[in-house]
């Protein structure tokens, strides 16, 4: 098979899609391993190489909160010769703006939460008190000309309330967007969402004036089902998926279990789809296989294992 | 979330699934642990408990070929007391027709190739010599009374011939329903499969007469393809599915990596939609994880790691 699906385009799904490949930072601050800031250099470079023209770098969070992160302000300044490829960098508050923007970056992310509990448990505040927090930040990023992206997590279940009613989502989602945000990416932290569950929430956003193309969709593993919950997203016309090269950022519980969508499983089913994205699936398997070397543990993802043991 | 999904139906899918379960057949063929005939029927015994209608029991292929199925007279008499539940077995020719039949089976299965050279590989016969081998399979198996499924392989790639023409596919499709197979089963033998290419068999199926609900699809997750795929031909209104509890079946080249969709995989998603399948997800994931104990290897289905750690 040479590696490639073959080319079989399904009519009603969009001809290209952005990937906003999140393994630097959303994978690698969940790995437990250090990596040492040369390789993570190195990992962002290869990633661009392979094509993906949205690759968030790191996050400038408090290195008490993500200590695998805790070099943002060494690495950051060794990527500035890329050319090509967008550079986003998480920031949690204003002292994390101020140090992004100090060193160049232009694309922005906050990350808030659909939910009370992991507001709570994650920001240590209540949903309002996220947003109040992040709405001089997404000001000052966009003063400054950057572009700003909203996580929005537990946008379909959470592991203390449940499933998260839509309408709850779709009102944190709005006033994430009220404050300046360009774009959302809206999370699956916990990975069980359907089809028919995306499908509901996007037609809610868009029922209540947000337009598809301002959303990108954020799939977790965790149930098998990011891939298909991808699908149905496309099929309602979302662009940008976000997935993680190798499927880094692992799951708490299971050795070499996935957290997040591994950006070569969705690559396979673009490629397949006929579906533009830019990235070369061979270099960025070989990315991977890199990666998991440094990591000292395969990779996750099932289209990694699988090309890199016909290599 | 207690192990359940949130259920959000999708207008256009179908109301209900028939999960035709392979994970004793397809899946224990596959493994190389040895595996005690009385463990084989209560796995057997706890698939139906937990809810399947239909499980795939054994094989009467030659013991020299399958060595892991060589108990199938010893094992198909211990099921006779099930109730609710087809126990289809697979039969490579007349010799093991008459073996299933002698012990009453009334659900037989061939199992054909879309391409010659798996068929030449597997079958050590062109696909025109197996068709002629299997129809008196089907024509007596028919006279007894039985109903036969025909396994198609290889509807998508081939590790040897690359991507396999739709028109190839069809061909042979229709000669194994000509033979009087009741159902097909068309198989991603090497999981390579997109749902714009799922979306084109199942089309052409249809123009050339077949229709739909004589056709189940039997996916692979070797590139993490399987659900994805499998929502797209659920689009299209196919209604059986196939499946491996626990997603047996393996992986030739990877320890845990998933050949067979598990079947936990695929409930959950069927789950989220709203889409009866009759199954018991907890029950059915209890028996995946009593199963791994016995192969003494994790499950490779990620539902039944993250529900079963939730345990």
Redo the contacts between chains.
């Keep these: 098979?040479?590696g490639l699906?073959?080319?079989?385009?399904?009519p009603g799904?969009p001809a290209r899609v952005r990937i906003h490949e999140v393994g630097a930072r959303d994978g690698l601050q969940n790995e437990k391993t250090a990596v040492p800031t040369a390789v993570k250099a190195e990992f962002v470079r290869r990633l661009a190489a392979a094509g993906l023209t949205t690759v968030e770098a790191t996050s400038f969070v408090h290195p008490k909160w993500v200590p695998q992160l805790a070099d943002a302000e060494e690495l950051f300044p060794q990527l500035k010769g890329l050319t090509g490829v967008h550079l986003p960098v998480l920031v949690p508050n204003e002292r994390g703006l101020d140090r992004a923007l100090a060193l160049g970056a232009d694309r922005i992310a906050v990350f808030g939460s659909a939910t009370e509990t992991f507001a709570s448990r994650n920001l240590n505040r209540t949903v309002a008190e996220s947003l109040a927090m992040f709405e001089p930040v997404v000001a000052r990023a966009k003063e400054g000309g950057a572009h700003v992206r909203g996580y929005l997590s537990m946008c379909?279940?959470d592991?203390w309330e449940?499933?998260v009613p839509v309408h709850q989502v779709v009102r944190v989602a709005k006033a994430l967007l009220d404050l300046g945000c360009d774009e959302l990416s809206l999370g699956d932290t916990?990975?069980?969402?359907?089809?028919?569950?995306v499908?509901?929430l996007l037609s809610s956003l868009n029922d209540e004036g947000v337009t598809t193309d301002r959303i990108g969709v954020h799939f977790h593993?965790?149930?098998?089902?990011a891939?298909?919950n991808?699908?149905?997203a496309l099929r309602h016309g979302v662009t940008t998926v976000d997935a993680s090269a190798g499927g880094l950022g692992g799951?708490p519980?299971?050795k070499s279990?996935?957290g997040n969508l591994?950006t070569e499983?969705l690559v396979?089913?673009l490629?397949?789809?006929?579906i533009e994205t830019g990235v070369d699936l061979a270099a960025l398997t070989a990315t991977s296989v890199w990666m998991a070397e440094q990591l000292g543990r395969?990779s996750p993802?099932?289209?990694v294992?699988?090309l890199s043991?016909k290599e």
Tied chains: 1, 2.
């Excluded at 699906?5 to 399904?10: C, I, K, L």
């Design positions: 098979m040479n699906p073959m080319t079989v385009p399904d799904l379909f279940g592991p449940g499933p916990i990975g069980v969402a359907t089809p028919g569950h499908r509901a593993d965790t149930y098998g089902q891939l298909s991808t699908l149905a799951c519980y299971a279990a996935t591994a499983d396979w089913m490629d397949g789809l006929g395969p993802s099932r289209t294992r699988a043991h």
